[in-house]
Structure formats: C-alpha cells, structure tokens
C-alpha cells in the first residue's frame, strides 16, 4: 500500500504561481509512474502531469509550459509547479502513483486532494 498526501493548495489571483507537494510512504519502491490530476466543479477529471521512473514526463496541452512537475527521490515528494496560473486551472488537485505504465486514465493510489482557486 500507498500512502499519499498532498499540500500546498491555496488562492491566487490570475498570473500567480503555486508549488503543489506531495509526500508519499509505504511502499513507494513499487511505483513507477507518479502524476497530477484535477478535478473542476462539475466536470470530470483531468490529467494535468505524469512522470515516470524512466525519465518519461507529458502535460496535458493546456498546461504546457506553465506546469512542471518534478520528484526528491530522497524525500519522497512529488512537485507540481504552477505558474501563469489562470481561472480555468481552479479546481481539486489530486496526486496519483501507479506501479505499471504511465496513463492519463486511471491510478493505483490516490490522495486526498488540495484545493486550487484563481480569481481573475
């Protein structure tokens, strides 16, 4: 099992930045593709970053270039850049591992979630 926990959410205004984090323990050794996702009011959830064991990192298009996700293997923390933050980024943003392949579709472990929120 997988414990994950995510922090750094808050409130900023259109063009601020965050730095999402989230820790992770328990059997992290058997992970091997770690992202974000996010998840709107009303909508469904969205991918937003993946990075992989094997160097492999992808964006969802509409965070290329603002977003960049990152990893302290010695803290055993996973990072979500966030930059140029804009009113369509507001949502709940989740952290996911996954033992097998990167997918934008479904994770092994999920966290709780930490809310984002851009005001224009």
């Known amino acids: 099992q997988v414990q994950l926990v995510e922090s750094g959410g808050g409130s900023v205004q259109a063009g601020g930045s965050l730095r999402l984090s989230c820790a992770a323990s328990g059997d992290i050794y058997s992970i091997y593709c770690m992202g974000w996702f996010r998840q709107a009011p009303g909508k469904g959830r969205e991918g937003v970053a993946l990075t992989a064991n094997d160097g492999y990192t992808d964006y969802a298009d509409s965070v290329k270039g603002r977003f960049t996700i990152s990893r302290d293997n010695a803290k055993n923390t996973l990072y979500l850049q966030m930059n140029s933050l804009q009113p369509e980024d507001t949502a709940m943003y989740y952290c996911?591992?996954?033992?097998?392949?990167?997918?934008?579709?479904?994770?092994?472990?999920w966290g709780q979630g930490t809310q984002v929120t851009v005001s224009s």
């Open positions: 996911a591992f996954r033992h097998g392949r990167c997918s934008w579709g479904d994770a092994d472990y």
